[in-house]
């Protein structure tokens, strides 16, 4: 009988569930009838029980509990993986029966069943972090064709298709909104909790989701090519790289268990055949040996280790997404521990990469106003980035709208100026280059470290604009917060070295290279790399993600800093900072920092908690119930601790 996959779906989510809930009311039901057997056994509240009946109940809860964890130690038994936690339970369980402890038998598979329950919960709730992003997969998108509203699976979406958003829906394509106005939450893409206030002509990024109003969007991008489809790509290819913590502690798993295992069966047995040697009674002497060997088995379970490693950090990633830092693997989280050296871009990274007007200089009898308005109109008809700048500055609240039907024969000269016509008067604007050339005399430009433009009216410099690439805000401080890290930070960039200089000197740097061409910032970069390799440190490069690929590849951790869905930010890093906030990067050395110590904390612990178990064991000074609150208390708090990454605060 054939069905569709929703309903085939449907019907294997409903299969698991009733398995789930069949086999939690059978541990309840084998777990209640253990407490019965075990108050029978010891006569407590005046239970009493003939000890066959007792012993019955006891292999009763014992294959009730203990199924599924035989049968996962008989097919590795099959397939050659012996060694494995199943196995040490199962062998410890058996062999406690055998020496007549039904009880702690049956005690070993409770245990480790409530250990795994406990365990399941702790994995799940942190997984959430990460879900948070990967919910973000949207099922259907509403696109205009032939003037019908139509739903499409995302992933059929191509660039030019127009998207209809409705309020409370994500955007499934990065776009251009064509009609509409709104407010997009993308908090769960960049982390930044104020929704985004968009209108006809801002471009939209997928993931976001439209708070109020409909919007109508053109797509710019396919849904593969957009930003939401990358960075779940991102997410999925960064949970599976490992740590080198990890693949460690994979490989350690691998010999340390067939070890304990086999100084177990040693503890068992040389002793028994020693004492026996002595005139003791053979038969007691492997009871009492073998019981301290199965002791032995029980805290030997690395399971501690091997759950709590990868939880701390896959913890860490996930509040390190929460908060719009995307990293690609736990083994760059490790690295930059080992980080000491941080060199960054300025343009894009340091600064906003994007110019600001920022001081505007009159001559003769002119004021500022006058001097912008008509900047303003010369600029109105071209696309460089001197020309937003001009646009989008107000001097006033209430900036009236600009006349451009009194502008003509408008004339614009490639890198140096436009001419054109204003009511008559001759106006132009540009570099000082291009206005002494026009009006043949020689112009005096400050002496500073910001670009500056020039309008002249008939044969007069009447006014400069002085404009700049805006430091950001946050720049000084989170350099501040890098230097508490001993991080040593320098500046790479291909810039004017007195606008390098200047940078430099507002946030704090005292080294930097200036006027680099692209091969020359990468000789500097490898210098660097050269000289922190043969220290034992490993260095650390931020870029905007755009310009800076083959920086971004080479160093030990690239962290990107460019704006959501750069395709070279997304593929190129090793970190992504979704919201192009410099306090990021003190907030992921943070968690790395965090990161390490509670990895440090669980390894000592665990270890610590197990070897002296052992000992007492060996000694016969501990028993099977010690070993049994050992072994799964000492997961259980790793577990816990592990979560503490989460509690990190923001740097912000």
Same mark, same amino acid.
């Not at 002509?201 to 990358?230: P, R």
């Not at 507002?506 to 043969?534: F, T």
């Given at each position: /009988? ?226 939401? *489809? ?19 502690? %994979? ?71 929460? /908060? ?6 736990? *083994? ?23 110019? %600001?007007?920022? @001081?505007?200089? %009159? ?130 960039? =291909? ?6 200089? @200047? ?11 200036? @006027? ?28 905007? =993600? ?48 965090? %990161? ?17 178990? /052992? ?38």
């Amino acid at each position: /009988m054939k069905c569709y996959n929703n309903e085939c779906a449907s019907k294997n989510a409903q299969g698991i569930l009733e398995k789930n809930l069949f086999n939690q009311i059978l541990f309840i039901g084998a777990l209640i009838l253990y407490v019965f057997a075990l108050l029978a056994d010891f006569k407590i509240f005046g239970i009493s029980l003939s000890a066959t009946f007792v012993t019955l109940l006891f292999v009763i809860c014992y294959f009730s509990l203990g199924y599924g964890i035989l049968k996962e130690a008989f097919y590795g038994v099959i397939k050659k993986e012996v060694f494995n936690e199943n196995t040490l339970m199962a062998l410890a369980s058996l062999s406690a029966f055998c020496i007549g402890e039904s009880a702690e038998a049956v005690g070993i598979l409770v245990f480790y069943r409530i250990g795994e329950s406990l365990q399941d919960r702790v994995v799940e709730k942190t997984k959430r972090q990460i879900r948070s992003l990967s919910a973000l997969k949207i099922e259907n998108a509403r696109i205009l064709r032939k003037d019908k509203q139509i739903l499409i699976p995302p992933k059929e979406i191509q660039k030019g298709d127009m998207l209809i958003v409705f309020a409370g829906e994500r955007i499934p394509a990065d776009g251009k909104i064509i009609k509409g106005s709104s407010h997009i939450d993308n908090s769960a893409l960049s982390g930044e909790s104020i929704p985004q206030s968009v209108e006809v002509g801002d471009n939209v990024l997928s993931g976001g989701i439209n708070l109020d109003g409909i919007l109508h969007i053109q797509a710019t991008q396919s849904y593969t090519n957009s930003a939401l *489809s990358k960075i779940l790509q991102l997410i999925e290819e960064g949970s599976m790289q490992k740590s080198r913590s990890e693949e460690f502690i %994979t490989k350690f798993a691998k010999f340390y268990t067939p070890i304990v295992t086999l100084l177990a069966f040693s503890i068992a047995f040389l002793p028994t055949l020693y004492f026996w040697a002595l005139g003791e009674d053979f038969v007691e002497m492997l009871k009492i040996w073998s019981y301290r060997g199965i002791i032995f088995l029980v805290i030997s379970c690395p399971c501690a280790l091997v759950l709590s490693i990868p939880l701390t950090f896959f913890v860490s990633l996930g509040k390190a997404s929460q /908060m719009g830092i995307l990293v690609k693997g736990s *083994s760059y989280l490790e690295a930059l521990y080992s980080a000491h050296t941080i060199v960054l871009d300025k343009t894009g990274t340091l600064t906003k990469g994007e110019l %600001t007007i920022k @001081e505007i200089q %009159t001559y003769a009898q002119y004021n500022k106003e006058f001097i912008l308005t008509n900047a303003k109109k010369l600029e109105s008809h071209s696309n460089h980035p001197i020309a937003k700048a001009i646009a989008n500055f107000k001097l006033l609240q209430n900036e009236p709208p600009q006349n451009l039907e009194e502008i003509e024969n408008l004339k614009e000269y490639a890198g140096g100026g436009i001419i054109a016509t204003i009511k008559g008067e001759r106006f132009a604007l540009g570099n000082a280059r291009f206005i002494e050339s026009l009006l043949k005399q020689k112009i005096q430009e400050e002496q500073s470290a910001k670009l500056q433009v020039f309008l002249s009216l008939h044969n007069q410099v009447i006014g400069s604009i002085i404009l700049e690439d805006a430091i950001k805000e946050e720049a000084k401080d989170s350099l501040s917060k890098l230097k508490e890290y001993s991080m040593k930070p320098i500046i790479l960039s =291909g810039d004017k070295c007195n606008i390098v200089q @200047e940078v430099a000197e507002n946030v704090g740097i005292s080294e930097y290279y200036a @006027e680099l061409l692209p091969d020359e910032k990468v000789a500097h970069l490898k210098r660097i790399l050269k000289a922190q390799k043969a220290k034992g440190k490993k260095v650390i490069f931020v870029g905007d =993600g755009i310009n800076d690929a083959p920086s971004l590849a080479l160093s030990d951790i690239g962290i990107a800093m460019g704006k959501v869905g750069s395709d070279i930010a997304l593929e190129g890093a090793d970190i992504v900072i979704l919201d192009d906030n410099l306090n990021r990067i003190p907030q992921i050395l943070d968690i790395a920092k965090n %990161t390490r110590r509670i990895l440090w904390e669980n390894i000592i612990f665990s270890l610590g908690t197990k070897v002296a178990i /052992m000992v007492f064991g060996v000694l016969g000074v501990a028993n099977l119930w010690i070993a049994l609150f050992g072994d799964v208390g000492v997961a259980l708090l790793a577990l816990l601790n592990a979560q503490r990454a989460i509690q990190q605060k923001n740097v912000l």
